[in-house]
C-alpha cells in the first residue's frame, strides 16, 4: 500500500471528478510508509445506507455485499457492472458467502437463522430461501456481525448482542465467536468458540492458517491467536495492534483483510482510512486516505485479486454533509493500482 497518492476519482458513470472539490483525500495524516504515483478510487454501486461484507467470487466473478441496515444482498458483476437485490425477511443480517462448485448458492447468517439461498443475481429479488437445520444455537439475543470461511470449511461467525432500553448501543461482553459446521444436505453444526466479546467485526486467518486474526470492534485493537488448524481450536493469544499507540490516527478498527504481501490490511471506520500493518509485528506500514468518512469492510478481488473493494457508511452522517459531498457514502468503492495483492475469501463447502 501507500504513503502518499495522487487519486483518480471516477464516480458511478466513470467519468472523473477534480480534485479541488475533494480537498480531504490529500490530507495524510499518518507518516508511514512509501508512495506510488497514482491510485485509482472507482464507485462500483449506487448508495445505501451501510454497505457492508464484500465477499468476492473468483469463479462467478462477482462481489457480494450485504447493506445493515436493510437485510438485503447486493451481487455487483464485474464484467458488465450491473447490480442486483433480495431482500430478506429478517431485520438484521452478518453475512453472505458463496457455495464452492456452485454457480448460484449462497449462505447467508441472518438474525440467528442459517439460510442457504438460490439466486442466480440476474433479476432483484428471485430466487428461493431456504432455512437450515441447526445442531446446537446461537444464544437468544445474538446478532451476526462477520464471518469468513476457515480451515476444514468451517464458518467462523461473530455475533453481538444490544443493550436494553433506548439507543443503538452494544452490550459488552454479550459477543460471541462460533464455529458452523455443514455437514451435508440441510443440517449445520453450532459451537461457541469465544465469549465475553462485545462487538468482533474483523475476522481472518493467516495464509498458512496458523494464526487467528480478530478484532473486537470497541477495543480498537487486532489480537492475534495461535490456531490449531487440525483440531479447529484458538490458542494462546496476543495483542498484535493497538490504535491507541498511533495518535495521529482517528476511527474505530472494523474490518480486515490478509494480504500476500505479509500484511493485514485494516478499515478505520471514522476515519476515513485504511491502514497496512505487519501481520508478525503489528508495525504501521502504510495507509490510504479515502474519500468516505465511514469506511466498513474489505475485500481482496478482481481477477487478478489486485483490487481492494471497500464498504461505506452513511450512519450517523449530517445531511448537509452528505449533499455537500461529491461521492457517495453508503457505495461500495474499488481500489485499483496499487501494486499489491491480496487473498479473497474462501467460499463454503457443502456435500
Known amino acids: 500500500m501507500v504513503g ?3 487519486y483518480d476519482i471516477q464516480n458511478l458513470r466513470g467519468s472523473k471528478m477534480k480534485l479541488s472539490i475533494l480537498p480531504t483525500i490529500l490530507l495524510l495524516v499518518l507518516p508511514y510508509g512509501y508512495c506510488i504515483k497514482s491510485l485509482n478510487v472507482r464507485q462500483i454501486t449506487g448508495s445505501a445506507e451501510n454497505t457492508d461484507l464484500p465477499f468476492w467470487d473468483q469463479d462467478r466473478q462477482v462481489l457480494y455485499a450485504v447493506n445493515l441496515n436493510k437485510p438485503t444482498i447486493y451481487q455487483w458483476d464485474y464484467k458488465t457492472g450491473n447490480v442486483t437485490s433480495i431482500e430478506l425477511a429478517q431485520k438484521s443480517i452478518g453475512a453472505v458467502v458463496s457455495v464452492e462448485g456452485s454457480s448460484n448458492k449462497l449462505v447467508v447468517l441472518a438474525d ?74 440441510d443440517t449445520v453444526t453450532i459451537e ?31 489480537q492475534k491467536f495461535v490456531f490449531d488448524k487440525e483440531n479447529y481450536k484458538l490458542g ?49 506500514k502504510s495507509f490510504i486516505t479515502l474519500p468516505i468518512h465511514l469506511p466498513t469492510g474489505l475485500e481482496w478481488g478482481g481477477p487478478k485479486n489486485d483490487t481492494l473493494y471497500v464498504g461505506s457508511s452513511t450512519n450517523s452522517l449530517p445531511k448537509k454533509y452528505l449533499e455537500l459531498n461529491a461521492f457517495s457514502s453508503g457505495a461500495i468503492y474499488a481500489i485499483e493500482n496499487m501494486g499489491v495483492t491480496g487473498f479473497s475469501s474462501r467460499r463454503l463447502k457443502i456435500n
Open 192 to 222: 461457541k468458540k469465544l465469549s465475553n466479546l462485545t462487538f468482533p467485526t474483523g475476522i481472518a486467518f493467516s495464509p498458512d492458517d496458523e494464526h487467528f486474526y480478530l478484532v473486537d470492534y470497541p477495543s480498537n485493537t487486532i
Open 112 to 185: 440467528r437463522d442459517v439460510l442457504k439461498v438460490e439466486w442466480d443475481g440476474k433479476k432483484n429479488n428471485t430466487g428461493k430461501i431456504q432455512n437450515m437445520k441447526k445442531n446446537g444455537n446461537f444464544e437468544e439475543k445474538d446478532e451476526p456481525a462477520e464471518a469468513k470461511v476457515g480451515p476444514g470449511g468451517k464458518l467462523w461467525l461473530g455475533t453481538y448482542q444490544l443493550e436494553e432500553g433506548p439507543g443503538y448501543n452494544f452490550a459488552k461482553g454479550k459477543g460471541s465467536l462460533y464455529a458452523l459446521t455443514f455437514q451435508g444436505g
Open 4 to 6: 502518499c497518492q495522487k
Open 236 to 284: 494462546k493469544s496476543e495483542k498484535l495492534f493497538d490504535l491507541a499507540d498511533h495518535r495521529q490516527a482517528r476511527g474505530k478498527v472494523s474490518n480486515i483483510v490478509v494480504g500476500t504481501h505479509g500484511s493485514l490490511s485494516l478499515s478505520l471506520y471514522n476515519g476515513s482510512s485504511i491502514l497496512d500493518i505487519d501481520s508478525n509485528t503489528g508495525k504501521v
